[in-house]
Structure formats: C-alpha cells, structure tokens
C-alpha cells in the first residue's frame, strides 16, 4: 500500500516537471520572436492578414500648394489597367508620352526622360481621378522649329510654374498623313473636338489617291475626305510663311485679338496690326472699329457652328463673315462632321455635299483666292491636350463633360503660346470684366454671357497666371 502511494507521489511530481519544463520553452520561444513582431506589423499574422506597405509622404512644393484639390479624394486607387499602345504614322519619328498625373488643374513636373531625349515609358489608362474620357495620352511627332529665336515663349513656358503641363510635341495641327486606320482606333473613342468620335472614317489608301479615287470615292466619308486634301507644309505648320514674312527677325511676334468689350476705346488697332501675325476669331468686325482693333488678319480660327452663329447674332452689328485677304488663313476647329465637310469644300472649291450647309459655296465665307493651302485644322489631340492641362474644369465631373472644351479664343490664345516666340493678347477677359460690355462692337452694354461648354472664369485665370510670369503680354484697363 505505502509502496503504492509512493509511486503515485512520483509519477505527480514528474507530470508537474514535465509540464513546468515545457512552459519554460513556450516562454523562451515567445521571447525570442517577440522581436520580430514588433519590427514588422502585421508580420506575425502574415497568413491571416495581407502585408501593408505605406508608401513615403508626398512632397508638396509651393507650386502644388497654389493649385486647388482634385476633386476626388486621394484614395488609393487599384493598379490601372494598360491601354493598348497608340499605333503612331511610321513616317514620323513618333513616340507614346506617358502624362504626370495631374491634379485638378493642376500641374506635375516630370519630364526626366525627355530632357534626356528617351523615349517615354507605355502610356497606362486614366486612374480613378482621371476617367477614360480624359485620354490623357496624345500622338507625339517632332516637328522643326520655324524660328532661331533665343528666348522665345516656348523655351520660357518649359521653364516656368507651368512647365510639367507642356508636351511640345503633340500635333497643334492635323493633316492627310495623320489619317490612318490606327489613329482612327485610337481617336474614335474621345467625341466633339477631342477625338474622331462620331465622324465616320472608311478604311482607303491616301497614298496613290490620283488611282484610287474613282473607284473608292462613294465609300470615302467625312474625315478621310477632309484630310486627304490637308497635303502640304502649309497645313501643318501654322506660320507656313514665315521665310518670307520674318524678314530677317529672328523670333515671330504674334498678337491675339478676342472680341472683348475691353478693346473699345483702346486705340490699340496700330499696335495690333504691328505684329508679324494677328490671330482672330468668330464675329471679328474690323471695319469702323480699325483704330482699337486693327485691320489685318493673317489667322482666323472658328468653328462652322460659331461661324454660322456669328453671322446670325452678329449680322446687326456689321459682321459679315471671316476676315477675307491675301494673308488670311482660316483655321478650323473640329466640333461635328461639318467642320470636316465645309474644310473639304473650300479646299476643292465645291458645294458642302451634305449636313446643315448642304450646297452652300465656301468662296462665300472665304473668298475667291481661297485654296487647301490657306485652311488649317486643329488636331483633336492638341485639343483634348488643352482641356486636360491647362483648362480642366468641375465641368468634366458633371452630365456636361462630353460638350465642355475650352472656348474658340482660348484655343487660338494657346495654340498661338506653342507656335509663336512672342504673344500678345487683347480682348481677353480680364477682373474687371464687368466695367465692360461683352464685344467691342456692341452699340450698348451687354453683360458677359457664360455657358455650361465653357468655363470663361477658368480661362481669365489663366491669362492672369500666363501674364503674371511673364509667357504673355495681356491688354489690361490698368
């Protein structure tokens, strides 16, 4: 019996060694990994829960500080999904940009790997604060400059508070060799001014057009027609003559005119005229109004819907139709089919063949010496390139985002920023917009009208920031 319990005594204590053994070797071991848990979070319950990785701060320069909010909140978007790559024209040395991605109206600087002259990385699509529609990827094409000039705008705008908006190799122009089924593809899926969306584009050689046309030409539409015609230098470049209008000047000086109530009384016309060229727009009336506008125009950009608009609410005030001369070149801003249509027509000299200006004759609204070499057309890129960089409105986050683009003057204004060395804008909206009417022409006061498809105050920004450093010349009251 002793013996008994004795040995059950002993098989107690042992149990109890055992166990104390063993809790000692849990405590050593918790001891031991302790380290390790507290050195990478989570890491202890990396099977339950995924790794997190916190990506470093953001720096906020001053320049980031002064733009507003985009207007999504900074939330991690998913990984962007790749867009098939561009297909750019073989004949080019062209290249895909991959875009900073910008802020609402605001700005990146980025452009490490074109300093360097490298070919951009692949074009990714829009995150969530950029939505397809955006398209912020655009044709890149070099294009030699027209002009020597040392210190011309283009060089500044690069340097500037505005420079990681600048892609300066997006086509301000389009023209036959841009017309390819890839391009098609690609601008096809931007509407109105910003793509190809809507016009309609059947697959046909430009090449060996002389042969081809009898037998495809019922099949040819819209856009194909127009751009075949778009054939030479003159087209694509904007100031096609500056050889012989430079006149030995080493940089070209530009003077853009809206039609602002702030040019009455001005007597700016001679200052005007004094310029290499004088851009205009949409119901510019010039006769009685020479001495505060001027008289020449060597650029008139419009759209035919404006054009067609200026002549009905303009007719009263004297506007007639585009500014006709020698030196005129009208150049197009692509809206509708139309555009396409009444460019064709005046290019060959015929009647519009269909749409609203059905039969209506170009030399009408051009003249008698119009000719393809005198018609340019923007680029929906360039466009597109506009709105998102430099005029990216609240507008695009409303039922209104496929009718918002910038408006007619403020192309002209910026196209005119990224061909010529120096600019000069009059009639531009200004702070003090309402001490004045809305046209220099208006026999009495009207305010200033403002539509959903434009953000005019936006624009007046711009041009106060485009002054402020020095990358214009604004006409200003004071």
């Not at 009384?265 to 505060?292: C, W």
């Amino acid at each position: 019996m002793m013996t008994a319990m004795a040995l059950s005594r002993r098989l107690q204590v042992g149990a109890l060694a055992v166990a104390l053994v063993l809790g000692a070797y849990v405590l050593c071991l918790s001891a031991e990994w302790r380290p390790s848990c507290f050195d990478q979070p989570l890491g202890c319950f990396h099977g339950l829960v995924p790794s997190i990785s916190s990506p470093p701060p953001r720096k906020v320069t001053s320049r980031q500080r002064d733009q507003p909010p985009p207007t999504s909140p900074p939330t991690s978007p998913p990984p962007p999904e790749r867009l098939p790559q561009p297909q750019f024209l073989k004949t080019q040395a062209t290249s895909t940009v991959k875009p900073p991605h910008l802020p609402l109206n605001g700005s990146s600087s980025d452009a490490d790997a074109a300093a360097a002259g490298e070919a951009p990385p692949p074009t990714t699509a829009a995150t969530p604060t950029e939505p397809p529609f955006i398209g912020d990827a655009y044709m890149s094409e070099d294009v030699a400059p027209q002009t020597t000039c040392p210190a011309g705008v283009r060089g500044r705008l690069r340097a500037s508070e505005f420079g990681g908006r600048v892609l300066e190799r997006v086509p301000v122009l389009q023209a036959a060799k841009h017309a390819t089924p890839e391009q098609y593809q690609r601008l096809s899926r931007y509407p109105g001014t910003h793509g190809w969306g809507g016009v309609d584009y059947k697959s046909a050689r430009v090449e060996g057009l002389t042969t081809e046309l009898t037998r495809v030409s019922p099949l040819w539409t819209a856009l194909l027609d127009t751009l075949s015609v778009l054939n030479s230098s003159a087209n694509w470049q904007m100031l096609d003559d500056w050889t012989r209008r430079g006149n030995g000047s080493e940089c070209s000086r530009c003077a853009v005119v809206g039609n602002g109530g702030i040019l009455k009384d001005s007597g700016k016309g001679p200052e005007i005229d004094g310029h290499h060229y004088v851009f205009r727009t949409n119901g510019a009336i010039l006769k009685g109004f020479e001495q505060d506008v001027g008289a020449r125009t060597t650029h008139y950009t419009f759209s035919t819907n404006t054009l067609m608009n200026s002549l009905r609410s303009y007719a009263g005030a004297g506007y007639r139709g585009p500014p006709v001369s020698e030196e005129t070149r009208y150049v197009f801003l692509p809206d509708h089919d139309r555009d396409y249509l009444l460019m064709k027509a005046a290019a060959t000299r015929t009647a519009v063949e269909r749409g609203p200006e059905r039969y209506k004759d170009p030399l009408k609204y051009f003249g008698e010496d119009v000719s393809a070499e005198k018609l340019k057309m923007y680029h929906p890129d360039f466009i597109r390139y506009l709105r998102n960089r430099f005029l990216r409105s609240h507008a695009l986050n409303t039922k209104y985002k496929d009718i918002y683009r910038p408006s007619t003057g403020a192309v002209m204004l910026l196209a005119a920023l990224h061909t010529c060395d120096q600019v000069s804008a009059y009639g531009f909206m200004t702070p003090d917009y309402k001490n004045y009417s809305d046209h220099y022409y208006d026999s009495s006061y009207r305010p200033v009208g403002f539509f959903i498809n434009h953000d005019l105050r936006m624009e007046m920004n711009l041009w106060q920031q485009l002054n402020q450093a020095g990358l214009i010349r604004l006409y200003t009251r004071h």
